[in-house]
């Protein structure tokens, strides 16, 4: 299958930095990528929907300014966490399906990304 | 909106069982309905797809099958073996909205040796 990967795997920071996570499609252009956000023991929560050259769509109750999502190619998308804070340690996954013609319709994941903030 | 449900949320077998994995949905109209894996610590591994127009898929000692009339999927694991121990999620994206992807909350499975 296709390859999503996630940089990096994980990072603490002190309360108050930000810090950029990276997401890239190895083998296929992405038109569209997803960020998740996962608490212990739970499903993943959907954050935003990330489209190539233009906004990202973010859900409801998650804040644009905080996370913000940049989505410059068709094979790197990122997501930086500004002035986090100890609630916002998580784990973060992103995932993309391929361009139209090429998308099969199946969601491919990247490794995931551990974030502790002191 | 669609709500999926897996069932059981935990389950611990022998190695060597044969297992099945349950999915629920409530809404037919779905594109295509996803199995995943999810090691601890990890991010998800994609098992199998089943588009709407099919009624199973097939890899290995895995086999999925989609019932869209009565929302139902299954993951039937045969042989099962300790490194099977994972939890496993199903994602349904409906017909409607290719952005969507709605997931079950997994079930954790066990595989002793």
């Known amino acids: 299958g296709a390859v999503v990967s996630q940089h990096p795997s994980w990072v603490i920071c002190k309360s108050g930095t930000s810090v950029k996570i990276e997401c890239r499609s190895l083998d296929f252009q992405a038109t569209t990528m997803f960020w998740y956000r996962q608490f212990p023991k739970q499903s993943l929560m959907l954050m935003a929907t990330?489209?190539?050259?233009?906004?990202?769509?973010?859900e409801q109750g998650v804040e644009k300014d905080k996370f913000l999502i940049n989505h410059a190619s068709l094979t790197l998308s990122t997501l930086t966490v500004t002035s986090a804070h100890p609630e916002d340690s998580s784990f973060y996954i992103c995932s993309a399906r391929g361009l139209a013609g090429e998308d099969t319709g199946e969601l491919f994941f990247g490794e995931g990304s551990r974030l502790t903030v002191l | 909106k669609q709500e999926v449900t897996q069932i059981p949320a935990a389950l611990s077998v022998p190695e060597g069982e044969n297992l099945v994995l349950n999915c629920s949905f409530t809404?037919?109209?779905?594109?295509?309905l996803q199995w995943f894996r999810q090691d601890p610590g990890k991010g998800l591994t994609s098992l199998l797809l089943?588009?709407?127009?099919?009624r199973e898929q097939t890899s290995g000692r895995l086999n999925a099958s989609l019932d869209k009339s009565s929302g139902r999927s299954t993951l039937y694991i045969a042989a099962s073996q300790p490194g099977d121990s994972a939890t496993y999620l199903c994602?349904?994206?409906?017909?409607?909205?290719?952005?969507?992807?709605?997931f079950g909350s997994g079930t954790k499975l066990n595989v002793k040796p």
């Open positions: 089943i588009q709407s127009s099919q």
């Open positions: 994602a349904v994206r409906p017909a409607y909205n290719f952005n969507k992807f709605y």
């Open positions: 990330s489209n190539e050259g233009s906004k990202a769509t973010y």
């Open positions: 809404d037919s109209a779905i594109y295509n």
